[in-house]
């Protein structure tokens, strides 16, 4: 089967860094996707990788492994809008179609 | 600068009515368009893609349908609705490294 981990929640105080982990599992890899989904909002693209290493967007920095079928997603310098779920996304074909983890929900505290 | 228009934003439809969900793109041409949809509180499940006029593959069996009767149009359709049908509809369109998202329309099934 094909899945795509990442925990369900994550609390963090404003200011800090918080580190979204996503592990995959899937028959084929063409590149993996990190979105923002505010409540009741459709989601907003962040980052995508489809090498190894690092990929750095202002306060959004996103990494990954195929080797260890495994990225992440840090945010620095939390601020109160950052309160969202994030979900990363998997594409194993050249159609872009994306498979979603369930997302991960972010909260920022004071 | 490539958009993607959907609509409406929410939908309250009763049990047996037909549905029918627009979406269309601006900005660029024959692009790979998707349907997605979020059941409460769960992750993005990809329902139909097209990549091309009259062309669509179906994901999961349902009970919608998808057209696509001009390139940047894409069309989410059902005859008679089910209770299971409530859920968040995204439409989506891809190039390359980057896929984007409409607004969604929020299905309510009564």
């Known amino acids: 089967g094909q899945n795509i981990d990442q925990p369900t929640e994550m609390t963090a105080t404003e200011g800090a860094i918080v580190q979204i982990n996503c592990t995959y599992q899937t028959s084929g890899f063409n590149g993996l996707f990190w979105y923002q989904q505010h409540a009741g909002e459709a989601p907003t693209f962040l980052s995508y990788n489809v090498l190894d290493g690092l990929e750095e967007k202002g306060r959004f920095s996103s990494f990954l492994s195929r080797s260890k079928g495994y990225s992440y997603l840090l945010l620095k310098e939390l601020q109160m809008k950052d309160s969202a779920s994030y979900l990363c996304a998997v594409t194993t074909d050249s159609w872009g179609k994306l498979q979603f983890g369930a997302g991960t929900q972010v909260v920022v505290t004071p | 600068s490539q958009t993607i228009h959907q609509w409406p934003a929410t939908l309250v439809q009763p049990v047996g009515s037909p549905l029918s969900l627009e979406c269309t793109v601006e900005?660029?041409?024959?692009?790979?368009l998707y349907w997605y949809r979020q059941a409460a509180g769960r992750g993005l499940q990809l329902l139909f893609y097209?990549?091309?006029?009259?062309?669509i593959s179906s994901e999961v069996p349902q009970n919608l349908s998808a057209s696509r009767p001009q390139d940047r149009q894409f069309i989410l359709s059902s005859k008679k609705l089910l209770l299971s049908d409530s859920g968040f509809y995204l439409c989506a369109w891809s190039v390359a490294t980057e896929a984007f998202f409409g607004q969604g329309t929020r299905l309510t099934v009564v």
């Open positions: 900005g660029t041409s024959n692009p790979n």
């Open positions: 097209s990549v091309g006029i009259g062309q």
